[in-house]
């Protein structure tokens, strides 16, 4: 089973997914910040992670730099997401696989992580 | 030897809302480091307020943080923010971020919330933080430990300077144990009257300064909030004597001028043309303003005849009014008497006479200001004010009221108009004999002689002029004076 971990602040969004990527046969996790997300990923090696732009302690940009410069997670897809638009983050950081604008469409991002990481 | 007067003690340094009108009813802003609450229901614009101050502070190069607890989401709340003009894409993450703290309150209450709090003004250097969602972090505490949290906030805020604003849609008429501990509460709200809403915003306690105290009109548009001070709180100073020393305007018809003994009507005065429909209150008001030159510009405030059918009347009557609005001797302004607030007219008013050192002014419509408020009770107040402030800018005004009996022999005056003004005239209709004529009398000039009496007025395509006196052999003898409506202050308006 293909494991997910889905970063949020705003924990009831985190919530949310979670529950719909467990119902389409996923396993999911959920953090609420970058620095919790990087402990959770060290302990459960996900195949994809959904994170959040903003966040507090270790936003979305600082936690996937951090993902890509540990070896473990050579092969995790990084979708990331936020209000903003794309181009104001890309300036910035765009060490990512895939950008979702929110709010966004559920089959939207299930296509995504199907076509990153299949079923 | 050392001093320890209050002269080394330095003032507290004020934080610039970027709201405008805000930072005037505050005495200059916030005070930086101040924590502060700002209050109201649900929908009453606490958070496009916030947002507007974190954007400010962002483009005055500041940083800022907006915290969220159990609030609408971050994502929701960029959408709505994005249509508004101080948006500013740029200033993420680095300048502003959304954040929420809803988790660290779940799990480790008002100190895990303090933590986040205390951490996101450190690591970001934070001029501003927004904590949005009061209500939930003192759900389940108890008023000691609330008071606590404020305190802390208080003694980082100081420490990091910060200014902490607390966004709370909690009952705005209880005093909560937080209203205590703060140092500032700021109150909107958004009420019903019949059909029409209006906004206001009041600060209720303000530690440091004196606020202009009451409530003041408030609208939020595409450039997000602003705010409109009420003008008998912005202009209390006493009108300048100048009524008798700066010598006369014309009123534009040289046959009324000519009643007068200074040969117009006193500079910098107020005077009110009454008068039913139909009976030349705006004619006389085209006169006026046509008499304005590049050197003594005119202003017409009309809040019925729109510019294009003013410029039509004007030309119908003689008096071209173009080359005048184009030499920027005339500014025609028109005005919806029930889409804004007294308060946002008189301030665009007072804006329009600065802006052209403007030195005659029409009010057409003065009942237009009536429509306009949602507190009758107020108009009194609020036009002695404005006429106040108008005579110390050195404007003379002319206002037309429109009675609502087209032939009466007696006329209601609203709103105790006769004490404010310096100069009345009463425009009337009377049969005779079969015809009808329109009638002026001077009712009152303040320290100037006129001739009184009833005075024939004719108005045609070379406008109007004084046809000489009207003797009454017919059947009607209107009253000379004007008495005050028995109703009270605010009749229900006409035009």
New interface residues.
Partial sequence: MKTILVVDDELGSAEVLSLILEEEGYRAFCAVNGRQALIQARDVVPDLVIVDFMMPLMNGAEFSRELRADAQFTGTKIILNSGLPEAAIREQFDGYDAFLRKPFKVETLLDLVQRFIGR | MTSSTTDNVPPIERLRSSVPGLDQILGGGLFRTGVYIIQGLPGCGKTILANQICYGHVAEGGAAVY??LLAE???????HLSALSFFD??A???KL???????EL?TSGLKGLMS?LR??MRTRKVGVLVLDGLVAASEGASDIDLKKFIHELQSIAVLQDCTVLLLTSGNIHRMAAEHTMVDGLVELEDKLFDARSERSIQVRKFRGAGPLRGKHSMRIDNDGITVFPRIESLYRIAAADTTTSEGAVTSGVPSLDALLAIRGVPASSATVVIGSTGTGKTTLGLHFLHASTPEEPGLHLGFFEGPDRLRSKARSMGMALEPLVASGAVELMWQSPVEATVDEIAERLLAAVSRRAVRRLVIDGLSGFLESTVYPERITRFFSCLVNELRNRRVTVLMTLETRDVVSSVVSMPWGVSGLVDNLFFLRFVHDEGHVERLLTIIKMRDTEYEAGLRRLKIDSQGMHIAGTYRADGDVIPSAQPVASPEGPAPSPSK
């Fill in positions: 915290v969220t989401s971050h994502s929701r709340m960029i959408q894409v740029r993420f993450p680095d971020a959304y954040i929420s703290a809803f988790h779940e986040v951490r996101e």
